[in-house]
Structure formats: structure tokens, C-alpha cells
T-cell receptor, first 122, second 108 residues
């Protein structure tokens, strides 16, 4: 089955670090771009950045550049989203999503993970 | 950055009725790189339409997309009970990719 499986919900304190994951299966993982998308409570979707697992070529939205780090580990078919110091405003649902066509950066997202809810509160 | 504005914010319709959702871009979306997603609470978004008018795999033909340049439309010809959800448009022509704020299609 083709799927993206994300890590579970997290509750963290402000200032803590966090890494969430997205594991792909059922397709050629290394050759499709994977993006991270944020949905804050009651808000729309925001594209954070995207990575090509084969060579870890990564592009960030200016809004998220320097705020998060996206990485990939092809041996275990997993992409990560990392924060060094969480803030309350990072509380949201985070989705990973893969592109429709092999190797295409400018593409729609045909497969999404189930989402990871992050709550940052003291 | 391309800003996508969706209208209306909420569409109240009955099953069987036709739904017309609009997505307007602040500048031309090149190469027709415009997609539509359906999003239900607690679920992952689902790709419906890409390239303005191509239906994704497994998507019913009651969903259709049209438009060009800066004005795009998603039409659901006859609403089924499972179609009540939030719909987002997205452009993937330029970076950063951007989404519209969503249109909620609710049962009247």
C-alpha cells in the first residue's frame, strides 16, 4: 500500500526541541519530493518547505526559513521536521505530502500523511 | 508570493445541488499549476484536481476544474453526502507554494 505514516502527537514546553517524522512506503521513496504543510487551529494550509530524499535538496518557504529544519534518511525511507526551540505559536497540525510525479518539484501533492498534532504549552 | 483568495467562505447547499467554488490568484499562475484538495476534519487532505482540470486517480467525474490565468473554479455537479468538507486551492508554479484559505461546503 502506498502511504505516508507520520509520528504521533506531541505535547511540549516552550523552548524544547522536537523532531517529527514521515515514513513512506509502497513507492520509490527517494525519487519523489516530500513537503511539510502546517495547519494552525482554525486556519488554512501553509507550505513550509520540501525535500528531495535522493540528494536532500531542500527548499524552504521564507516564512519558515531558519525556524525549522527538514531532512531525510533514505535508508529508512523517512523525512523529518525539526525545531530547536518551540514556541506556543508552533502549536498546529503538521502534514507531510509527496508530489504526484517522479522527480518533479513543481507538482501537486497526491499523497498525504495523517498529520501530527503538536501542542506547545507551559 | 502568489496570494490565493477563495470564495465564498462557506457554501450552504443540499445534496444533489451543484457547487461552484472560486479561487482567484493575485498574479498569473503559470503552466496551469493549480490544484484542488478536499479536506475533512481529522483526515488528511485529498487531491481532487491538478493542472487546473485533470482529475486525480479515483476521483469521481462529478468533480471538475476549470479556469486560467488568475481565475479558477471547482465545480461539483451534484453533491453527495460525502462531499461536505473544506476545499482548498493551491498553486505550485512558484515558491513558496501557497494555498487558498478554504471554502467550507456545508449541508443546508
Amino acid at each position: 500500500e502506498v502511504q505516508l505514516m507520520q509520528s504521533g502527537a506531541e505535547v511540549k514546553n516552550p523552548g524544547e526541541s522536537l523532531t517529527i517524522s514521515c515514513k513512506g512506503s509502497g513507492y520509490s521513496f527517494s525519487n519523489y519530493w516530500i513537503a511539510w504543510v502546517r495547519q494552525m487551529p482554525g486556519k488554512g494550509l501553509e507550505w513550509m518547505g520540501i525535500i528531495y530524499p535522493e540528494d536532500s535538496d531542500t527548499r524552504y518557504s521564507p516564512s519558515f526559513q531558519g525556524q525549522v529544519t527538514i531532512s531525510a534518511e533514505t535508508s529508512i525511507r523517512t523525512v523529518y521536521l525539526q525545531w530547536n526551540s518551540l514556541q506556543a505559536s508552533d502549536s498546529a497540525i503538521y502534514y507531510c505530502a509527496k508530489t504526484l510525479e517522479r522527480g518533479r518539484l513543481n507538482d501537486a501533492f497526491d499523497l498525504w500523511g495523517q498529520g501530527t498534532m503538536i501542542t506547545v504549552s507551559s | 508570493e502568489i496570494v490565493l483568495t477563495q470564495s465564498p467562505g462557506t457554501l450552504s447547499l443540499s445534496p444533489g445541488e451543484r457547487a461552484t467554488l472560486s479561487c482567484r490568484a493575485s498574479q498569473t499562475v503559470s503552466f496551469n499549476y493549480l490544484a484542488w484538495y478536499q479536506h475533512k476534519p481529522g483526515q488528511a487532505p485529498r487531491l481532487l484536481i491538478y493542472g487546473v482540470s485533470s482529475r486525480a486517480t479515483g476521483i469521481a467525474d462529478r468533480f471538475s476544474g476549470s479556469g486560467s490565468g488568475t481565475d479558477f473554479t471547482l465545480t461539483i455537479s451534484r453533491l453527495e453526502p460525502e462531499d461536505f468538507a473544506v476545499y482548498h486551492c493551491q498553486q505550485y508554479a512558484t515558491s513558496p507554494r501557497t494555498f487558498g484559505q478554504g471554502t467550507k461546503v456545508e449541508i443546508k
